[in-house]
């Protein structure tokens, strides 16, 4: 088995029991049908509803592979949508709105990546400053109002498809794909992950940590800025209150299902967007079987207690503890039975 199939595994798995499950509750969960020229169904729905937490994820991953966190994600969301509806109420196009809101979800992971790299605070606290604060950036932009436009063009990223195929579904896709790929083909995927295991160790290397903490923050206000511009354009129109309220703790739990360590080091970008089309499957499946929606919340925290059982450190050395014994008894067991005959 490739290693790559082999590493995202357990969450292949777990998505394929959660898709059996939501069918024994809902048959048609697995229809897909052609309706003008575009891809409808439950899994088409999943796959585009997913986008947001998906790319979230896919920079969260990076962040949590140099052992910080970015708490600020949904904030950014907004602040990149306020922008844009901005940008496009004022009259100034599509491709000034689509720049100029990806500029400022990368100047916001440039003043996460600069407070935790230079100025030295610790990234949960870092990130909480623009948790905290971007909301009222974002209703400032558009003036404690939902900012609506009417621009197609733009509408296009959120509601578009392509060959029948979501955009919002393709944008995560070839994002998760070029990220991925970078990481594994050049050394930028290890050099992270020396950070996260030992960062003092790394800069004795040789290794830039600094330049390389602000390159992940800033991929991470990109993959925030992507995912802001397609909730944006998904309701033509910017909530400041609203959007990507609470999506970053979805985006880590995303992470943390897709079995990368918080602690950071080694990484998996695939296994990341698995584990937020596991949540989005979840969030569906107990819509479309008729669920009340508050087992959403019982389902995700049973899910990250169960994941983090199974990390925890203590609970893996009593493990090897048991299989030690075990063993050893197995051994003397069997050496009385060689000496006894």
């Given at each position: 088995?490739p290693?790559?199939?082999?590493r ?14 939501v069918t ?7 229809t ?9 169904g439950?899994?088409?729905d ?12 896919v920079?969260?991953t ?8 970015d ?9 990149s ?19 100029l809101?990806v ?28 948790m905290?604060?971007?909301r ?10 939902i ?11 959120g509601?578009?498809?392509v060959v029948g195929?979501?955009v919002?579904?393709?944008i ?9 790929v970078l990481?594994?083909?050049t050394a930028?995927?290890l ?9 003092a ?5 040789g290794v830039?940590?600094?330049?390389l ?5 800033m ?8 995912a ?16 990507g ?23 998996s ?14 969030d569906?499946?107990?819509?479309l079987?008729?669920?009340?929606s ?8 049973g899910l990250?207690?169960?994941i ?7 609970l ?5 503890f ?13 050496l009385?039975?060689k000496e006894a005959?």
């Amino acid at each position: 088995m490739p290693r790559a199939i082999r590493r995202c595994l357990p969450q292949i798995v777990t998505l394929a029991v959660l898709i059996v499950l939501v069918t024994l509750f809902f048959p048609q969960f697995l229809t897909i049908s052609l309706e003008n020229g575009r891809l409808t169904g439950p899994v088409v729905d999943i796959l585009k509803r997913g986008a947001p937490v998906a790319l979230l994820a896919v920079g969260m991953t990076l962040v949590i592979a140099t052992k910080g966190i970015d708490l600020s994600v949904g904030t950014v969301m907004a602040i990149s949508g306020a922008v844009a509806a901005w940008t496009l109420a004022s009259g100034m196009g599509v491709l000034p709105a689509l720049g100029l809101a990806v500029l400022a979800g990368l100047a916001c992971g440039l003043w996460n990546g600069c407070l935790v790299a230079f100025v030295g605070i610790q990234p949960i606290v870092a990130t909480l400053i623009l948790m905290t604060s971007g909301r009222g950036i974002a209703q400032l932009i558009t003036e404690g109002r939902i900012l609506t436009f009417s621009e197609p063009a733009f509408a296009w990223f959120g509601s578009g498809t392509v060959v029948g195929i979501p955009v919002p579904a393709l944008i995560w896709l070839v994002t998760g794909v070029a990220v991925a790929v970078l990481m594994r083909r050049t050394a930028l995927g290890l050099l992270v992950e020396s950070i996260g295991i030992n960062r003092a160790a790394s800069a004795l290397a040789g290794v830039n940590a600094r330049v390389l903490l602000l390159a992940v923050y800033m991929a991470s206000g990109l993959c925030a800025a992507l995912a802001g511009i397609i909730a944006t354009a998904d309701i033509r129109g910017a909530d400041a209150n609203n959007a990507g309220l609470w999506l970053e703790l979805d985006a880590i739990l995303a992470v943390v299902i897709g079995g990368n360590s918080l602690l950071g080091g080694r990484f998996s970008i695939a296994a990341s967007v698995l584990g937020a089309l596991i949540i989005q499957t979840v969030d569906t499946g107990i819509l479309l079987a008729g669920f009340p929606s508050e087992y959403n919340l019982i389902i995700k925290a049973g899910l990250v207690l169960a994941i983090l059982l199974v990390q925890s450190p203590n609970l893996a050395a009593h493990w090897y503890f048991l299989r030690a014994r075990l063993g050893r008894g197995r051994d003397a067991g069997t050496l009385a039975d060689k000496e006894a005959s």
